[in-house]
């Protein structure tokens, strides 16, 4: 048997996305957003009101950067998603982030977390809230790596729970991509 809900924003894993951007005056702010994925190969869409000071500084300057949350700095990333750089003008700042400008697009880098997809803006939709941003560069904290490879295991991302509101770390390798289901075939 089956439980319905109705139509949710419900999806498992939900990833933790540090949105930042410069303003005008090279500030750099940041924010929380879980409504995000890989659009095309190259291409990043997420889910962002232009009520927020990042959108606003997205829209101005042209290019983001986009973070993976961590569990090592889990409640600097719950805080640039429940305080307003609108209302803190020193939000960065205060959650405890450095950041260092992207040598490829007009973009802080926030150094406190080790993943980061660095982008310029294809287009920003008003009706949906739906920003797209082309993916220049990844770049890693080599921290993270293992063989040369982002190690998921040493990066310790998580996901954002949004049913219970949890926020939750990746766990164990369960199977091989591209080659479990050949034993299907």
């Not at 929380?32 to 990042?54: L, Q, R, V, Y």
């Amino acid at each position: 048997m089956r439980k319905s809900f109705g139509a949710k924003s419900w999806l498992y894993p939900m990833p933790v996305l540090i949105v930042a951007a410069y303003d005008e005056a090279g500030v750099p702010n940041a924010m929380n957003a879980a409504w995000g994925g890989i659009f095309t190969d190259d291409h990043i869409g997420i889910c962002i009101s232009e009520g927020h000071k990042t959108t606003k500084n997205i829209r101005a300057i042209g290019a983001f950067t986009v973070s993976m949350a961590t569990a090592e700095r889990l409640a600097q990333c719950d805080y640039v998603g429940i305080v307003s750089g609108n209302k803190e003008t020193d939000k960065f700042a205060k959650a405890g982030f450095t950041a260092t400008r992207s040598e490829l697009v007009n973009a802080p880098i926030i150094n406190e977390l080790p993943m980061t997809l660095e982008c310029e803006v294809v287009s920003y939709d008003e009706d949906s809230n739906h920003l797209v941003g082309r993916i220049v560069n990844v770049s890693a904290d080599e921290r993270i790596l293992t063989d040369g490879k982002i190690d998921y295991t040493k990066l310790r991302p998580i996901t954002y729970d949004p049913i219970n509101h949890h926020y939750v770390e990746l766990g164990a390798i369960v199977g091989n991509a591209f080659a479990d289901g050949k034993k299907l075939k």
